[in-house]
């Protein structure tokens, strides 16, 4: 935001140039699935602070956010499918000595490293997004509330 100080502005110019360069591109990553700290590591991006800023001082671009963010968590949450269902490299081909029937062994390594993968993603969904993909808790009460019994008589 520029100020004035004795006749000239001083501060950024309200249209950020890289706004108008990258801001397009950051949205469709984001809506990927790709995380904003991966996006501006990339060289001539913009740090995530700059990204920030452009959402604190443009309600359209931070409503344009939100729903990329929201797109890239569903995205984080089909791709854990995609590790789930993908058996490659689960089984490896067990050493065999001469006169031995060859065989297959499970790669444990593997599988657990996958799991790890999934477990992450749904933990940071359900941090990032506790409404849509958090631990759904249902309260139920039964019975009778009352102060009988608790209150002396004073008679």
């Known amino acids: 935001m520029a100020t004035t100080i004795s006749g000239k502005k001083r501060g950024r110019p309200p ?28 060289e001539g991006r913009p740090c995530p602070r ?18 990329a963010r929201e797109l890239g968590f569903d995205a984080i949450a089909e791709g854990t499918l995609d590790i789930a269902d993908n058996a490659t490299n689960d089984w490896m081909e067990r ?7 060859p065989g297959y062994e499970l790669n444990g390594e ?5 799991k790890l993968r999934i477990e992450t993603r749904l933990k940071l969904l359900a941090k990032w997004s506790p409404k849509k993909y958090g631990e759904r808790t ?16 004073d008679s």
């Open 110 to 114: 593997h599988v657990q490293r996958s």
């Open 15 to 42: 249209g950020s140039p890289l706004k108008e360069k990258w801001g397009d591109e950051i949205l469709e990553r984001l809506g990927k699935g790709e995380p904003l700290m991966q996006i501006c590591r990339d």
């Open 50 to 67: 700059v990204v920030y800023e452009w959402c604190e001082n443009d309600k359209v671009f931070a409503a344009r956010f939100a729903r």
């Open 138 to 153: 249902h309260l139920e009460h039964s019975g009778r509330v009352g102060l009988e019994g608790l209150i002396a008589d």
């Open 95 to 101: 050493n065999v000595e001469k006169g031995q029937c």
